[in-house]
C-alpha cells in the first residue's frame, strides 16, 4: 500500500540492521527460550527504544501464547506479527500526524539544538500544509547564525509560501511578533516560527525562546498553539536528554523526529514516547521538501518490523 512505502525507505536501516535479525535468532528453534527473549531485548535496545520499552515488550511476548498450530506460520512470524501488533498499540494515539485546527492563525514554534533539522522541517511542514490547502507564513526568529534567515527564505520558495524576516543580529521576538501581525492581517492559517539551535550558551537560548513564546502570546492569546521540538533520531537517548530541557524550559506539545533515514536508531521512538509523554506527530526520512511523513503507527511498526517492499 502506498502508504507504507515511505515508512519502509525511511527506516530501512533499523530493520535491515536490526530487526531482521530477529530470523536468525529463531534459525531451527521452534520454541521461544529465554536466551532468545535475551536476544530480542538487546535488538529491541539496540534500536534505541529503551531499557523499560524493551522489558515491557519482552514482558508482553512472554506471557503470550503463541499457537504451535503450523497455519499460524513459523514462530519468528508470530513473534514478528506479536510485536508489530504491540507497538502499533503504545503508538496508536499518536497517529494520524494532524495538527489541531484550534486557532488561526495556528501559531507553531519550532525549537532544537543546532543542525537538527528546524530549518528543513519548515520548509517540509510548510509544503505539507500548503499542499493541504492552507495557507502559510513562515518567520525567521533565528536571527543569530549568519544566513539563517536566506536558508529559510530559500525553503520558503520551494514550498511556494512567504516568509517574514530580518538581517542577522535583529531582535528574534520582534521578528515573532511583525510576523504574527502579518499572519493575523493577512488571514493566513497557519504560522511556522523559526528559531535558533544555539546561542552564546543554553541559558541564553532557553531565555530566548520563553521570550518569543510570551511575545507571541501577548499578540495573540493562546499563541504558540503547538511548541513542535525538532530532535534528531541519529542522537539516540541523548536526544531524550534534549527534549526533557526543551520541555522544562518552554513545553513541547509534539516531537518532529528527523533523519529517520539515517540511522538504525529508530526504536528512538518508542522511546520518546513511553518515557517523555510527548507524541511523535512528524518524521523526516530525506532531505527533500516532501521527505516529511505524518506520524503514522501501523505502517511505522510495518516499516520497522515488516518484510520491506522497498527491494
Ligand atoms: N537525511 C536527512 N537529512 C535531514 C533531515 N532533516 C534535516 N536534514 C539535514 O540536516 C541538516 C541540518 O538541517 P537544518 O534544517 O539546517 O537544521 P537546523 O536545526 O535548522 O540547524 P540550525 O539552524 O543550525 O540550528 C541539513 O543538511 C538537512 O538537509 C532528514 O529527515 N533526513
Ligand atoms: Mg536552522
Redesign the pocket.
Known amino acids: 500500500m502506498a502508504i507504507f512505502q515511505p515508512w519502509n525507505r525511511g527506516l530501512r536501516k533499523t530493520r535491515k540492521n536490526v530487526f531482521s535479525r530477529i530470523a536468525q535468532i529463531f534459525q531451527n528453534k521452534t520454541v521461544l527460550s529465554d536466551d532468545m527473549l535475551e536476544e530480542i531485548e538487546a535488538l529491541l535496545i539496540e534500536s534505541d527504544a529503551g531499557v523499560e520499552t524493551s522489558q515491557s515488550l519482552i514482558d508482553a511476548l512472554k506471557s503470550h501464547q503463541f499457537s504451535s498450530d503450523t497455519g499460524s506460520g513459523q514462530p519468528e512470524d508470530q513473534v514478528m506479527r506479536f510485536l508489530k501488533r504491540t507497538i502499533q498499540e503504545m503508538l496508536k494515539e499518536d497517529d494520524p500526524g494532524s495538527i489541531r485546527e484550534t486557532a488561526r492563525p495556528l501559531v507553531m514554534l519550532v525549537v532544537?539544538?543546532?543542525?537538527?533539522?528546524?530549518?528543513?522541517?519548515i520548509g517540509k511542514l510548510a509544503w505539507n500544509m500548503k499542499d493541504s490547502g492552507r495557507t502559510v507564513l513562515v518567520a525567521g526568529a533565528?536571527t543569530f547564525?549568519a544566513a539563517?534567515g536566506e536558508?529559510l527564505d530559500v525553503w520558503a520558495k520551494r514550498a511556494g509560501v512567504d516568509c517574514i524576516r530580518q538581517t542577522t543580529g535583529a531582535d528574534p521576538a520582534s521578528v515573532a511578533f511583525d510576523a504574527l501581525e502579518a499572519a493575523v492581517a493577512r488571514g493566513v492559517d497557519v504560522l511556522l516560527v523559526?528559531t535558533?539551535?544555539?546561542l552564546h550558551n543554553k541559558v541564553n537560548l532557553m531565555e530566548e525562546l520563553k521570550k518569543i513564546s510570551r511575545v507571541l502570546g501577548k499578540r495573540l492569546p493562546g499563541a504558540p498553539h503547538e511548541i513542535v521540538l525538532?530532535l534528531d533520531a541519529t542522537t539516540g537517548q541523548n536526544g531524550l536528554r534534549q527534549a526533557e530541557q526543551f520541555a522544562r524550559a518552554v513545553g513541547v506539545t509534539q516531537v518532529a523526529l528527523?533523519?529517520?533515514?539515517?540511522t538504525a536508531r529508530g526504536g528512538i521512538v518508542l522511546a520518546i514516547k513511553n518515557t517523555l509523554g510527548i507524541p511523535v506527530k512528524w518524521a523526516?526520512?530525506?532531505?527533500g521538501i516532501g521527505?516529511l511523513l505524518p506520524f503514522d503507527a501501523e505502517a511505522f511498526a510495518e516499516g520497522m518490523l515488516g518484510e520491506g517492499k522497498d527491494g
Do not use: C, I, P, Y
Not at 112 to 121: D, E, P
Not at 284 to 287: A, I, L, M, P, S
Open positions: 532544537g539544538v543546532n543542525g537538527s533539522g528546524k530549518t528543513t522541517t533565528d547564525r539563517a536558508q523559526d535558533a539551535g544555539r525538532v528527523t533523519k529517520l533515514d539515517g523526516g526520512v530525506g532531505e521527505d
